[in-house]
Every structure is written in structure tokens, then in C-alpha cells.
């Protein structure tokens, strides 16, 4: 079983997710709260550990290269409290359902 997340944590890689760019630190700070881009890259670092997201290595470093290894599954998108997200398969969009509560 994959290590537990954060509140945080599981805010970032919903926007990670949902963007149809990667995002940058600063929009991943904007759009959680928070201020500081480096606050953004130490919980990217612990999403890596923890095998949920992949970023480049020094080689091939490349602006905006972080991959989703493993999404938000629909019991932690409940527990946190964030949007089902379902892909359209004709267009591969994301469609954003607001939460039940």
C-alpha cells in the first residue's frame, strides 16, 4: 500500500492532475495558498518519494517534467475533500465533478 498523504500533499496532485499543462511552482503555490515555491518543492520531493508523481532527472531536466504515477484514487478525493475527476476518452479532457458534500 502507497504511503499516506497529506491534505497538501493531495492538493498538489489534484492540480497536477487537473492541468492541462503541467504547472509551475508558482501556480501550484496559487492555487493550494501558499506562498513560498520552495514549500511547493518540498512537497513535490515527498510525492516523488512516496512513487506518486515522477520528476526528470538531472540529465534530461526540462522546465514543467513531472509525470503522474499514481493519481488521487476516488476514496482519497472523498477523504480530502477535492473534485472527482473523470478523463473524456473521445477528447482526453479532464471533466472536474464537484464534490457531494
Known amino acids: ?20 499543462l503541467i504547472p509551475t511552482f508558482r501556480e501550484i503555490a496559487d492555487a493550494i495558498g ?8 518540498d512537497y513535490l520531493n515527498r510525492l516523488e518519494k512516496k512513487g506518486r508523481i515522477v520528476k526528470s532527472s538531472t540529465e ?9 504515477r499514481a493519481a488521487l484514487t476516488p476514496e482519497e478525493r472523498v477523504e480530502f475533500g477535492l473534485p472527482a475527476v473523470n478523463r473524456c476518452p473521445a477528447c482526453n479532457r479532464i471533466i472536474v465533478r464537484p464534490s457531494l458534500e
Open 1 to 20: 500500500m502507497a504511503a499516506k498523504l497529506t491534505k497538501r500533499q493531495a492538493q498538489v496532485l489534484d492540480h497536477i492532475e487537473r492541468a492541462q
Open 34 to 41: 501558499i506562498r513560498s515555491t520552495q514549500v511547493v518543492n
Open 60 to 68: 534530461t531536466s526540462r522546465a514543467r517534467s513531472i509525470a503522474v
